[in-house]
């Protein structure tokens, strides 16, 4: 009796725990320059919002600048200060990015620092156009009819292309701007263009990519599936999901135009859609609603938070009567947000219980942030995968 009652306390004090809220100080001791303006914090308790008026510190004893954040779950968080937006993060003294801070909650937390440098104290230099000759802009305005918009639609070609009569695979990758160019890339780019020029001659497999443009400050509409708000600025209360027609859209208007241009194989098994954070949200929606078009799809960081919905979809939805069940892939870093391996971890486990016979890989970086240069390096390991069907 005496081990069942420890054990029974030890079950409670555990759940406690998991159920305790803590909180998080932080103060900024000293900022190199522009010590009057104002500063946020921003973070994965935020959804990265640079500008939360929740979030501003506040003047504290000797200059310094202090924030308590309540109610925090235990859990790891990852942050930055900001004077109100990302062109204005803080920096290393010499102007070069810095890595985010994280804060390990299992207890309050106080944390003292000091901002080295703004980025805007660093003029940019001019990056470098460093897309290959593989890769083309289709179209700067190619019309996009089922949201009333136009997009830039950006193409990689294998080397062989040219030279050849093959047919070939095709990837649709969301936030183009990041895939193949330096120089579009806010955060970095993916290489993606060097990424399978080296692995054409290593597998012997070759695959087009079409990259599209993500909307600026449509984002996050197109790449939600359903009407949203969030708890910081990321949207207004009631942001409009406009991730079904966003869909519609790569499926009756770019594959058809890329499938009567190009010489691609048109069959559901070798069409595959990808992306990242919000990319990858919409990503998973088009594979679920359109698994006669898209054979594999490719989710990296999924933001799936902002659609707790698409569980439900997926727990739901009957087992397409297809030939070939849709294959799946998830990568997840332990270092973005207190959720984010636990979040892919769910609807990995979903669809495996939906149908045994699914393909799905599941990939965890534990050092993993959640920006591009992740993504770049998780990117090979996901190719591969793709294609060790293709014929």
């Known amino acids: 009796m005496k081990k069942i009652a420890l054990l029974v306390g030890l079950f409670i004090a555990i759940a406690l725990h998991l159920q305790a809220q ?6 900024v001791t000293d900022v190199a320059t522009k010590k009057q303006d104002d500063i946020y914090v921003s973070g994965t308790f935020n959804n990265w919002n640079p500008k939360d008026e929740k ?8 200059g310094r600048k202090s ?26 003294a010499d102007g070069r990015d810095i890595s985010d801070r994280v804060a390990d909650v299992a207890a309050d937390v106080s944390l003292e620092c000091n901002v080295a440098g703004w980025k805007d104290d660093y003029p940019e230099r001019p990056k470098r156009y460093t897309a290959s000759p593989q890769v083309k802009i289709i179209d700067t305005a190619f019309v996009m009819p089922q949201l009333g918009r136009t997009r830039r639609i950006w193409l990689y070609l294998p080397k062989s292309y040219s030279t050849s009569t093959k047919t070939y695979p095709v990837l649709y990758m969301q936030d183009g701007q990041n895939l193949f160019n330096e120089q579009t890339a806010a955060y970095g780019e993916w290489g993606i263009d060097e990424c399978l020029d080296t692995l054409a001659k290593q597998m012997g497999r070759e695959c087009i990519v079409v990259g599209i443009d993500h909307g600026g400050e449509k984002r996050l509409n197109e790449y939600s599936p359903y009407d949203f708000s969030t708890k910081g ?3 207004t209360q009631d942001t409009k999901g406009e991730g ?14 890329i499938d009567g241009k190009y010489r691609t194989k048109k069959g559901r098994e070798y069409t595959y859609i ?13 594979i679920l609603k359109y698994p006669e078009v898209f054979g594999a799809a490719g989710m990296f960081s999924p933001a799936f938070w902002i659609a707790p919905n698409l569980y439900t979809e997926v727990e739901n939805a009957p087992a397409p009567p297809l030939p070939i069940l849709p294959r799946f892939y998830f990568y997840a870093g332990g270092k973005e947000s207190s959720t984010m391996v636990s979040d892919v971890d769910r609807m990995y486990n979903l669809i495996s219980k939906k149908d ?14 959640h920006k591009e240069k992740y993504w770049q390096q998780a990117f090979p390991a996901f190719y591969i995968w793709l294609m060790k069907k293709v014929d």
């Open 233 to 235: 600025a990321l949207a």
């Open 356 to 369: 045994q016979q699914h393909e799905i890989e599941r990939k965890i970086n534990p050092l993993g942030e």
């Open 244 to 257: 079904a027609a966003y869909t519609e859209f790569l499926v009756k208007t770019l594959k058809p135009f």
């Open 55 to 62: 979030y501003k510190l506040k003047p504290f004893a000797g």
């Open 22 to 27: 803590f909180s998080i100080r932080l103060v």
């Open 274 to 286: 990808a992306g990242s954070s919000m990319g990858a949200l919409v990503s998973e929606y088009a």
């Open 67 to 92: 924030i308590v954040i309540k109610d925090v779950a235990p859990g790891n968080y990852a942050f930055k200060f900001t004077r109100g937006n990302f062109d204005k993060v803080e920096c290393m």
